[in-house]
Every structure is written in C-alpha cells, then in structure tokens.
C-alpha cells in the first residue's frame, strides 16, 4: 500500500480481530536488512534499471540496486530529495523483471484506478501465485482488499509483504496508522519509528511519532 496521510486515518476504522493485527506483526518483524553496499551520490535516480526476475537465481544485482537506493533515503538531506529516492525505490519495486507477471500487475493497477477492486483482486491473486516472492504483488493486493473494505485481508498481505521485503516503508506505514486507528498505540509507534528509520524525511509519520511518543512514554523520539 502507497504511506497513508492523516486524513486518511478515519478510513482505517473497520471491524477486525486484534488477533489478526498481532499474528501479523507476530510474522512480520520490522526489521531493516543490513545495508553493506557503499553510500551512493545524493542526486535522485531518473530511471529504475533492468532487473532479474524473481524466477531468476541472481537477484543479486537487484538486491544491490535497492541496498543503494535504501543507503540514499536514509541519507537524503531534505524532502525533495528523499521522495526522490522513495519514487526510484517503487519504480523498483514495481518491476518483477517477468513481462507476464509485469502485465498483469499493470491490469490490475488500471482496475485499482478505475475502483474495479474485484477485478484487481483476481488479477493479483493470480499474480501472488505466479510470483509468489514479489512483495509488491502482496501490496497491491492489500491496497485492492483496503479499497474494497476488506481491511483483515489488507492486513494479512502487509504482512505478507513485509516479511519478503522488511524496508517497505509504504506497507509499514500503512500498517501503523491501521494500528493507530484501532487503538495499538504502543505498536502503532513501534512501527512508525522503523518506518523512520528507513525513510526519515517523511514529516506526517514523524509529527505522529512525536505525538505517540509524548503520549506514551512522556518524550519525543
């Protein structure tokens, strides 16, 4: 799911289990992969470059381009620059490296548009099993069930998302303002917080940090 904005909040409120929002972050812990690769220059990219499938046995050198793209969001010095990088890393994400799969995630983007959420929703089912380990299938899956009130469903493919990628910072904020919004305000912050960590220019997620944070334990960050 694309980060959630404040306004959106309201949206969130939809009946479901508090079991379901903890077995997801029971399967899911936020964690950051170790970036090794060296920091890269600061100008945002233009372009995503040509990546493996997943079907591929070398994903290293997608893996790479992310871990860079990653190291320059930490980095970024200012807004502009880091929602630079954030747009360069979901062009990536986007991309499975399968014109099959690519095709069918570009119908399914096309229906979400048109709020055909069912027709999204098929097409991406058959999209998690035709590429089971691209986690931006899952998260577009999520964004069609949201769209379409299914908010457990929604829930159950951000977790699925961020176990096969734990840096996406749209899932992790969407999960936290998801918790937020039903009353996990501890875990709601715990979220945000790594959500920071990945991408810290993001001021509404880190106006709501401060908030929680305040609430919670008495301090800012």
Known sequence: MAA???????????????MALLAVLAIAPVQVRAQTQAQAPSNAPQAAPTLPSHNDPNLRGRDRILSELFDRLAKAEDEEEAKGVAGAIERVFLRSGSDTADLLMSRALSSVRQREFKTATELLDKLVVVEPEWAEAWNQRATARYRADDVQ??????????????????ALSALGYILYSNGFDRRALDVMRKTLEIYPKQED??????????????RDL
Do not use: M, N, W, Y
């Open 153 to 170: 469903g929604a829930v159950a493919d951000l977790g699925q998302v961020l176990v096969l990628e734990p840096r996406h910072f749209g």
């Open 4 to 18: 959630l904005g404040a306004p959106a909040i309201s949206k969130l409120r939809r009946p479901f289990t508090i």
């Open 205 to 218: 997620v880190r106006k709501l940090v401060e908030q929680l944070g305040q609430k919670i334990d008495g």
